[in-house]
């Protein structure tokens, strides 16, 4: 039974194994440049990147970004619905095979390929970019290059061992819904809207509460223009960039949230005069942020978040397999 899942998983494996190949082999012949050049530049890392070294930072995020989505998509899909849309089931289930069994080694030996391809981008391009996530890190980016801290939500799940999470949430839940559905392609296409809603859910409103934040009160000072901005997160300056601001809020003099702006503010000629004036009033920024030492804290829990939710839909594909399907 294994040897006949991989030959029917070998195609596709095969060539998503030789696709990432050629991107690690990329990656090893240039990181060691980004090490060298982070060495002698630090935090000006980013000042002295390369065309090349940005679209290379860019082009191994979207791919660690979509694998999961695409494995769950073209493997897990298609695993049960393609041999229930063209009857083969039956066969199979008649070859002294249980359905149980013929599924649950399916499911587990792909699975763990889909796990390993993923686990191998993420390793890959976390190495490579790592000189990159360490000067921005320590303020050698300025937010307006498009580089962020790696446990911001745009960085946080091409990095780590979160994307092995991914993949084998994505190849279950593909998996699970070709055998609810029956059908290949609506059950690609439902993997792919399912997989991308729980991936939007997870950092606006899950991934925040899974390690404890921290909460600072920033005055508002003529020598930090950078805190002037009332409503904007990006602006607010209190010690470090290597931190996921989860929540802000204006408090007014008494210490309660503001409500309107101070007497004098409305009429200021220039952000110097106007946080001058907020800073008369006794305005301040009240910050709420997940601190750089609880990257991989976030990293492990969320991990083990999206195997648990694999193992659960993973047994409700056996049971719809063996209660539901003649």
């Not at 294994?2 to 990329?26: D, E, G, S, Y």
């Not at 049960?80 to 149980?100: F, I, K």
């Not at 997989?195 to 600072?216: F, I």
């Not at 601001?245 to 005069?273: N, R």
Request: glycine share 10%.
């Amino acid at each position: 039974m294994i040897w006949l899942t991989w030959r029917q998983l070998r195609t596709q494996a095969t060539l998503t194994l030789a696709v990432l190949a050629v991107l690690a082999l990329i990656l090893a012949a240039t990181g060691p440049r980004l090490a060298d050049l982070h060495t002698t530049a630090g935090r000006g890392l980013i000042q002295q990147l390369t065309g090349t070294d940005t679209a290379l930072y860019f082009a191994g995020g979207v791919a660690v970004l979509v694998l999961p989505a695409l494995l769950g998509m073209f493997w897990g899909a298609p695993l049960v619905a393609r041999e229930l849309e063209t009857g083969t089931h039956r066969l199979a289930w008649n070859q002294g095979v249980t359905r149980t069994r013929w599924l649950l080694t399916r499911l587990v030996l792909a699975g763990l390929v889909a796990m390993t391809a993923a686990g191998l981008l993420s390793l890959a391009v976390s190495w490579w970019a790592g000189p990159i996530d360490q000067a921005v890190a320590t303020g050698g980016s300025d937010n307006g290059d498009s580089f962020v801290p790696r446990i911001d939500p745009a960085a946080f799940l091409i990095r780590g061992i979160a994307p092995l999470g991914y993949a084998a949430f994505a190849f279950v839940l593909g998996a699970t819904l070709g055998v609810v559905i029956r059908r290949t392609l609506p059950a690609m296409a439902a993997t792919l809207t399912t997989y991308t809603v729980v991936q939007l859910v997870m950092p606006m409103w899950v991934r925040e509460h899974l390690a404890p934040t921290t909460t600072v009160t920033v005055p508002f000072t003529p020598g930090r223009l950078g805190n002037y901005g009332l409503d904007s997160v990006s602006q607010v300056e209190f010690g470090t960039s290597d931190v996921w601001v989860t929540a802000e809020q204006t408090l007014d003099g008494t210490g309660h949230p503001a409500h309107g702006m101070p007497p004098g503010y409305e009429d200021c000629e220039s952000i110097k005069e106007c946080v001058s004036a907020l800073t008369k009033a006794g305005y301040q920024q009240r910050i709420t942020y997940q601190p750089a030492d609880n990257f991989w804290a976030l990293q492990w829990i969320e991990a083990g978040v999206y195997l648990a939710l694999a193992i659960g839909l993973g047994a409700l594909c056996v049971w719809w397999t063996r209660r539901r399907l003649s």
